[in-house]
């Protein structure tokens, strides 16, 4: 069975551009969430989609963040514009429904200059 | 959001068993109990989780005290792969979103 999918693995870009992720999960999986993780720190949910639906965006800084899962499949993270304290790794999971095993991909390390 | 309390940091020698603590006072009667583990350079991957009673699978077991505020996780021959940080993760079925919070985990580092 195939993994969730990210895209790029690393990226580096100077303040104030933008960038983007993508995520492909697991066939079948409902349930997609975005994570940050800071150095150090444990991942940060930043916002959980149920099939195309946003549950839960509360972590979400949208003046800058923006996230969308249009077909209910994959589903792409946006940064506009981008701060020094976005450097991060951002994590894709998805889940059969909310509150089974998630299933994580590699993420996409972002250094922001 | 019920939190969990973990050590920072554990040592364990390749082939004995280690159990890592987790504490979670504030837990609901609603809340499962969850155990991550994050390989460097990897995403976190499950490793077990219950709601009451002690769970067993092929990779671990977990031990849920009486009163739920407390869990341990237990690895019953550590071998140099096991070496991660453990997160140990309340859910909440009320929320719909079973949102899981992490915290700052237990880095466990295994001695050959």
């Known amino acids: 069975e195939a993994g969730v999918a990210q895209s790029p693995r690393y990226k580096i870009i100077e303040k104030r551009q933008s960038v983007a992720f993508w995520c492909n999960p697991i066939s079948g999986h409902a349930t997609l969430y975005w994570y940050q993780q800071i150095l150090g720190q444990g991942p940060k949910l930043l916002i959980q989609?149920?099939?195309?639906?946003?549950?839960?965006d509360s972590q979400l800084p949208k003046d800058r963040f923006s996230a969308e899962r249009l077909k209910g499949v994959d589903s792409t993270l946006k940064i506009q514009p981008a701060k020094l304290e976005d450097s991060a790794v951002y994590l894709c999971a998805s889940s059969f429904l909310p509150g089974y095993e998630q299933f994580f991909g590699p993420g996409t390390r972002l250094t922001v200059l | 959001d019920a939190k969990t309390t973990q050590p920072n940091s554990m040592e364990s020698n390749e082939e004995e068993p280690v159990h890592l603590p987790c504490n979670h006072s504030t837990i609901s009667g609603t809340d499962y109990i969850h155990w991550y583990r994050q390989l460097p350079s990897q995403g976190p991957e499950y490793v077990i989780h219950g709601l009451t009673s002690n769970v067993n699978n092929r990779m671990a077991s977990l031990a849920i005290a009486e009163d739920r505020k407390s869990s341990t996780l237990i690895l019953h021959r550590a071998t140099l792969r096991d070496a991660a940080v453990y997160y140990c993760i309340l859910s909440s079925a009320d929320s719909g979103t079973y949102k899981y919070i992490f915290g700052t985990g237990t880095r466990l580092k295994v001695l050959a």
């Open positions: 989609f149920q099939n195309n639906g946003v549950v839960d």
